[in-house]
């Protein structure tokens, strides 16, 4: 069974760079049959798709947010991360770590990890 | 960019009632259109992907259909773990709709 966790601060400063890191257990991040993903949901709204990294550590964004987002991958840790820079309060979430098949199905998410944007 | 609109946003309903929520694509996506389930302080669940195909141990009890820019999910008979949030998710650009709040 695949387990995801995200780790991270759970308050970042307004204009500074929140980073988040999902550990992946039960299966492997090198694998060509599939994405690792980062979703967000603010307090009491929907969800947004944030961006994928593939195992060869090519990435694909959200243009929403592309230019303030960078994604990796660390096979040798089997996890992956996220560092959104710039925050502003718009960007206080619930932030989950998912793996998403070839057809863009997330199959399996982590638990969430909350993160407020706050000086 | 795709933007996918869920109908209605909120419902009332009674258990053992049957209920159909609607999901539009503002484009074709042909089957590319996956339905998850969330409670509250949880993750989203996966429940149907492609269209109408039933994710493992996902009860009968729900299902999807459609295809091109018009999609359901129908729960045929409520049970009282299903009161919930659902939301439809497009797999072209991975936009969600905005969730339809099920409940009692």
């Known amino acids: 069974q695949v387990q995801l966790q995200e780790s991270g601060p759970g308050v970042v400063k307004p204009s500074e760079t929140l980073s988040l890191t999902c550990n992946v257990s039960?299966?492997?991040?090198?694998?060509?049959?599939?994405?690792w993903s980062w979703i967000r949901q603010p307090p009491g709204k929907g969800l947004e798709w944030i961006g994928y990294?593939?195992?060869?550590?090519?990435?694909n964004s959200n243009p929403s947010l592309k230019s303030r987002v960078t994604m990796s991958i660390d096979t040798s840790k089997n996890q992956f991360s996220l560092m959104l820079r710039s925050v502003t309060a718009a960007d206080t979430a619930m932030y989950y770590c998912a793996r998403q098949d070839l057809s863009s199905v997330f199959d399996y998410w982590g638990q969430g990890a909350l993160v407020a944007v706050s000086s | 960019d795709i933007q996918m609109t869920q109908s209605p946003s909120s419902l009332s309903a009674s258990v053992g009632d049957k209920i159909t929520i609607t999901c539009r694509a503002s484009q074709s996506i042909s089957n590319s259109l996956n339905w998850y389930q969330q409670k509250p302080g949880q993750a989203p669940k996966l429940l149907i992907y492609?269209?109408?195909n039933l994710q493992s141990g996902v009860p009968s009890r729900f299902s999807g259909s459609g295809s091109g820019t018009h999609f359901t999910l129908t729960i045929s008979s409520l049970q009282p773990e299903d009161f919930a949030t659902y939301y439809c998710h497009q797999g072209y650009s991975s936009s969600f709709g905005g969730g339809t709040k099920v409940e009692i």
């Open positions: 492609a269209a109408f």
């Open positions: 039960g299966g492997s991040v090198y694998s060509n049959s599939h994405y």
């Open positions: 990294v593939y195992y060869s550590g090519s990435t």
